[in-house]
Every structure is written in C-alpha cells, then in structure tokens.
C-alpha cells in the first residue's frame, strides 16, 4: 500500500477523533445543534478514512456514504448496523443544520454521539487489521 494512502486514511481517521471530541464538548456544555453536526462528522471523516484505502474519495457526501455502504458494509467489513448509524447521523444532521425551528433534545445528542463513538471504534478495529492504525 502506499505511504501516501496509508498517511492520509491515518489524518482521516484523526480528524474522525478530533470531531467525536468536539461532539462530546458541545454535547457537555448544552450545545445539542452543534453537537448533532459534530457526531456526524466523525461519522463522516472515518468513513473517508476507509474508502481511501480503495482510492476513492467525493465532494458529495451521498458518494462517500454510497462507496462506503457499497464495498464495505455489503461486502461484510462492517456490520449492517453500521449503515443505520451513518443514515441516522446524516437526517440529524441536516435537520440541525437546515431545519429552520428545529430543537435538538440532550437525549438526541447523546444517542448521537454513542452512536458516532460505536462507529469510531468500529472503523479503529477495521483500520488497525489494515494495519493502517
């Protein structure tokens, strides 16, 4: 493999970290909008981290969650539910971000971020049998 494509799945794969802390922190201090976009960040940055390992990279998140689902949860790397957690994170999302009078609950939040942090730590365990991590 590459050193450039294992490099840059690792910054991924740290940025994917770096969003779940910053989803944690938003979530601690009662900013549930922010924190709902930073869980599906993570979600987000981890899910590029795997699909460049097949030098695959998109500007449209649909692509990357598509590649993603495609030819790696269908292909069994990951388990079904890891495809209810990347569409649940993304309606989230978009009703946080778009979604005019939209309030987002702690509750929400929460599950959001659990949801974010099983996903992280999925992906950890593929990437490190990858030998990536």
Known sequence: MAGSIKALSKYRFERCFEELENSKILLD?????????????SIFHAMRAVNVLDDFDSSKHSGVIAHF????????????????????????REHADYEDFFVASRQEAEEQFLKAEKFHNLVQDYLETMNIL
């Open 29 to 41: 201090s009662g900013k549930f909008k922010l924190s709902l976009n930073r869980s599906y960040y």
């Open 69 to 92: 689902n495609q030819f790696h949860v269908k292909e069994g790397h990951f388990p079904k539910e890891a495809s209810k957690i990347i569409r649940t994170a993304s309606e989230m």
